[in-house]
């Protein structure tokens, strides 16, 4: 069983970049690394790795992805593979809510549906919600006026202790979302 600490995970975007970037928990609870892996393709490929595990190599080379985000020619979305399941298309994944095309849903591993808003200038920028509309993750850039700090961004993706469980897919249904956003594809 694991220690609760009665507050979110607050996975501090080292880097700010979306195809390279480390997601530490300012407690040292949880750590991702999302990395582009395809050399420079015209096809990117980027990969979710969970870096939280002790017992397995620090090299994320040597470790099983969480998520593979294969995107199409020019960036645009291509297909997604969460765990072991099958590639699956990106547009089917992050399906469409209403007719707002910056906000979209997906199901995640635990058979819940959760959605993704974006509100370009709003704190947070990003806005994760489950099916009964409780805030489960945010992402939100740096505030205005915040001084630089060596090795962060700024950026947290903040994720409800509850759904830690889950905060490699919200990484990874982000990743999309922001890449689909800055190259124009929503």
């Given at each position: 069983m694991s220690t609760t600490f009665g507050m979110p995970f607050f996975l501090e975007d080292q880097s700010?970049?979306?195809e390279n970037s480390e997601f530490n928990d300012i407690y040292n609870r949880m750590r991702f690394s999302l990395r582009r892996t395809d050399n420079g393709?015209?096809?990117?490929v980027l990969m979710v790795y969970d870096m939280t595990s002790t017992s397995a190599s620090s090299r994320?080379?040597?470790r099983v992805p969480i998520a593979c985000l294969s995107f199409g020619a020019n960036n645009a979305l291509g297909t997604v593979k969460?765990?072991?399941?099958?590639?699956?298309d990106m547009n089917q994944y992050l399906g469409r809510v209403g007719r707002n095309p910056k906000a979209r849903k997906f199901i995640a591993h635990d058979g819940q549906e959760y959605r993704w808003t974006h509100r370009p200038g709003g704190d947070p920028e990003w806005q994760c919600v489950n099916a009964s509309g409780y805030e489960v993750a945010t992402y939100s850039?740096?505030?205005?006026?915040?001084?630089?700090?060596a090795n962060s961004s700024g950026c947290v993706l903040t994720v409800e202790e509850a759904y830690g469980h889950l905060a490699g897919e919200f990484l990874a249904s982000l990743t999309i979302l922001r890449h689909a956003v800055k190259y124009n594809y929503l």
């Open positions: 700010g970049d979306i393709s015209q096809h990117p994320s080379d040597l969460i765990q072991d399941g099958a590639h699956v850039l740096k505030p205005d006026g915040e001084p630089h700090y």
